[in-house]
């Protein structure tokens, strides 16, 4: 049988693990989360059902992102479902890449109620840094199957040149 002393130790070791999980999974996933605040209607009318989705919703949701950088370009990747070109604001603000957005309720069913509503619904904000200056107003962007891509031209200056040096 253990001794309190080893209970004690073992459940010190459990919780140092968990925490130090938790705190890797915040390290690496902390730019992806992101507010979503609860949608405007222009006429000032919310739907029930759409206050309801509003109101149930956790407020916070991942857009996560992938960023890599060629020998031209800054490319910038961010999952974002369920959402339109058209709901997409983009703008370069020094070396940031801010990406804004509303990802609307979107209902598919006239009656019933949610069990489960883990989606994030409303009006975002994201900024990526960028690992270097780019040209923003030569900046493409697509969105196809649920991912926004923006491709940014570096700055001539900043794009990498190749040059061979012969040894003597």
């Known amino acids: 049988m253990p001794t309190f002393q080893q209970v004690r130790d073992g459940v010190t070791h459990a919780w ?7 705190r890797q999974l915040y390290r690496r996933a902390a730019s ?5 605040s609860p ?10 059902e759409n206050r309801e989705i509003t109101a149930r919703s956790s407020g916070w949701g991942i857009l996560a992102a992938e960023v890599f950088d060629d ?11 369920g ?13 940031v890449l801010i990406i804004r957005g509303e990802k609307r309720v979107t209902q598919e069913h006239e009656e019933g109620r949610y069990h489960v509503l883990e989606c994030a619904y409303g009006s ?19 969105y196809r ?7 940014l031209p ?7 040149h190749n040059i061979k040096v012969a040894v003597k």
């Open 145 to 151: 199957k649920g991912v926004l891509r923006i491709e």
């Open 71 to 81: 020998d031209k370009q800054v490319v910038a990747r961010l999952e974002a479902p």
């Open 16 to 22: 140092d693990t968990i925490t130090e999980g938790w």
């Open 154 to 160: 570096k700055i001539v200056a900043q794009q990498r």
């Open 39 to 48: 949608r405007q209607e222009k006429d000032g009318v919310i739907s029930r």
């Open 124 to 142: 975002f904000e994201r900024a990526i840094q960028l690992p270097a200056e780019v040209e923003p107003d030569k900046a493409r962007a697509r």
């Open 32 to 36: 992806a989360i992101t507010r979503f």
């Open 83 to 95: 959402m339109e070109r058209e709901d997409f604001d983009l703008e370069v603000m020094d070396d």
